[in-house]
T-cell receptor
Framework: GDSVTQMEGPVTLSEEAFLTINCTYTATGYPSLFWYVQYPGEGLQLLLKATKADDKGSNKGFEATYRKETTSFHLEKGSVQVSDSAVYFCALSGDNDMRFGAGTRLTVKP | NAGVTQTPKFRILKIGQSMTLQCTQDMNHNYMYWYRQDPGMGLKLIYYSVGAGITDKGEVPNGYNVSRSTTEDFPLRLELAAPSQTSVYFC????????????FGSGTQLSVL
């Protein structure tokens, strides 16, 4: 079935460093792709999404581009802040459900 | 605007006990979901529903039951709690159509001892 694979964590960066979290997917059709973020003690929140190939989703300085040729949707941010510390989940939408990756914990140190 | 509300926030069960995790949403969403989140394992789909009266199994349905008698409510039932069901449970909902954004509740932390 459809699935998402994320890079293993945790990731620890210094403030203002560049962030990449890798995500690849397997799907029979053409799903929409998502990044969700989970702050401590909270539920997941949508960070950004892309609905078709070559679309770029962006929000709060984060970006991800839907790459059909490499089946990837990597998350990037040019300069991370301490407040970006959270768990990040890549996800794809099936016909009726949403499938999530294992999550990548990011810690940003001042 | 309450969004998705889950109760309780925390619960400790003994092996073999039963309980119902409540989930309600006030956004008139057709689609509702139950996920469990285990450390380092991401979210696994337990059950989902595409509308009142319709439910379907997800990836890990064993040991759980659901019902969807109204659009607003989607309770998750554990009949005979087992230690393997210790997890954080999230309910989520979304609207049908192009907007596929999921709205999550704040979670229920369940321990089975």
């Amino acid at each position: 079935g459809d699935s998402v694979t994320q890079m293993e964590g945790p990731v620890t960066l210094s403030e203002e460093a560049f962030l990449t979290i890798n995500c690849t997917y397997t799907a029979t059709g053409y799903p929409s792709l998502f990044w969700y973020v989970q702050y401590p003690g909270e539920g997941l929140q949508l960070l950004l999404k892309a609905t078709k190939a070559d679309d770029k989703g962006s929000n709060k300085g984060f970006e991800a581009t839907y790459r059909k040729e490499t089946t990837s949707f990597h998350l990037e941010k040019g300069s991370v802040q301490v407040s970006d510390s959270a768990v990040y989940f890549c996800a794809l939408s099936g016909d009726n459900d949403m499938r999530f990756g294992a999550g990548t914990r990011l810690t940003v140190k001042p | 605007n309450a969004g998705v509300t889950q109760t309780p926030k925390f619960r400790i069960l003994k092996i073999g006990q039963s309980m119902t995790l409540q989930c309600t949403q006030d956004m008139n969403h057709n689609y509702m979901y139950w996920y469990r989140q285990d450390p380092g394992m991401g979210l696994k789909l337990i059950y989902y529903s595409v509308g009142a009266g319709i439910t379907d199994k997800g990836e890990v349905p064993n040991g759980y039951n659901v019902s969807r008698s109204t659009t607003e409510d989607f309770p998750l039932r554990l009949e005979l709690a087992a230690p393997s069901q210790t997890s954080v449970y999230f309910c989520a909902s979304r609207d049908r159509g192009d907007n596929e954004k999921l709205f999550f509740g704040s979670g229920t932390q369940l321990s089975v001892l």
